[in-house]
């Protein structure tokens, strides 16, 4: 858990989607740092045992609602100095399955969230936004000021969330400021379901001793995020106090690649080290997937000079954190 980064003095920060991977991550970093928080959620697909560790906390206030609710926003908005906005229906194939549900989430209720905060006069508003962004662009390394046509309806909302956050900070004078999440994983992460993100999938299968389905060849490149850097970068995007470090996007990274097939060898090996059975257990290959982009690699040279954003988890020290997680919380 991030420890080295402090709001000093201690304010009063919302969360939505704070039950969450990523919310209840920021959450518990908060509220360790000694921060009072609010965490507005509608369990869509938070869970409430992401917040067991904090939920008697004194310094936490849990409020049960929808984004899609403006006047739930406006609550939860009312006594905060900062918004770090999580809430959102994640997945591509989510999002291409049933678009409608997806913009109504993740375009009208970010709508509600801004108008929400311009009225209680937050100081800074900061979201997630997302590497889908960059679209059919195949430029590597992805650089914030060049991004390509959108690949999904998923990728569509995440823009338009970027483009309504740069009105409010011209017209209204909201302070924000967009992180573009890569391929972000670790505790807290849910494994199933339908639109279950690979890593957590690919390391539960495994302990089942069941065969994963890698879509394509394997050859397709994840620019894989651990947890701990992205709280770090929503952490350094509230203390910042440099004047062009807001009302702007930057990529959230460790700013490398990994093929699926690496990526595999690698879950392989260190589960191994629980279970040398799971070394033998072979891989299916399927079909590629509607919407996926084939390479994403960031740089992550803005947010370093602008943010100080410097993080410290690579691939294989995330995976490491991750599967020993896993396995002490998850094995049956």
């Known amino acids: 858990m991030i420890q ?7 304010h009063t920060i919302l969360v939505t989607g704070g039950a969450g991977f990523i919310g209840s991550n920021l959450c518990k970093a908060l509220i360790q ?29 849990f409020i049960e609602g929808d984004i899609r609710n403006l006047s739930d926003c406006k609550t939860a908005c ?19 399955n049933d678009p409608i549900t ?19 006069k937050v100081k800074r508003f900061v979201y997630a936004a997302s590497s889908s962004t960059y679209g059919d662009s195949t430029s590597l390394p992805k650089i914030e000021e060049q991004i390509g046509s959108p690949l999904s309806p998923y990728a569509i909302t995440k823009y338009v969330n970027e483009l309504y956050a740069g009105i409010f900070s011209t017209t209204y004078g909201l302070d924000t400021i967009g992180l573009r999440y890569f391929n972000v994983f670790g505790r807290n992460q849910d494994p199933n379901g339908a639109y279950a993100a690979v890593i957590p999938k690919f390391i539960m ?11 394509g060849d394997g050859s397709f490149s994840r620019d894989f995020t651990y947890i701990d ?16 470090a807001v009302n702007t996007v930057y990529n959230v990274a460790y700013g490398d690649r990994t ?30 997937r509607v919407g996926d982009v084939p390479h994403s690699l960031a740089s992550i040279e803005k947010a370093k000079k602008l943010l100080g954003y410097h993080p410290k988890f690579d691939l294989e020290k995330g ?6 997680w896993y396995w002490e919380n998850l094995k049956n």
């Open 4 to 10: 080295h980064l402090n709001l000093s003095p201690a």
């Open 33 to 61: 740092n000694g921060n009072e928080v609010v965490c507005l959620d509608n369990f869509a697909t938070g869970k409430k045992e992401n917040l067991q560790e904090i939920e008697t906390h004194e310094n936490f206030n």
């Open 78 to 96: 009312e006594q905060v100095d900062y918004v770090l906005h999580q809430a959102a229906l994640g997945s591509v194939p989510r999002s291409i």
């Open 102 to 120: 997806s913009n109504e989430v993740n375009v009208s209720g970010f709508l509600n969230m801004l108008v929400a905060a311009r009225d209680a």
């Open 205 to 215: 299968q495994f302990m089942a001793h069941t065969s994963p389905t890698v879509n």
């Open 229 to 244: 850097n992205v709280v770090e970068a929503n952490i350094r995007s509230l203390t910042t106090t440099e004047p062009n």
């Open 259 to 288: 093929t699926l097939n690496e990526l595999i060898g690698t879950l392989k090996s260190l589960l191994s080290n629980f279970d040398p059975e799971i070394g033998n257990i072979p891989v299916i290959y399927g079909l590629e």
């Open 319 to 324: 995976l490491q954190e991750s599967v020993r």
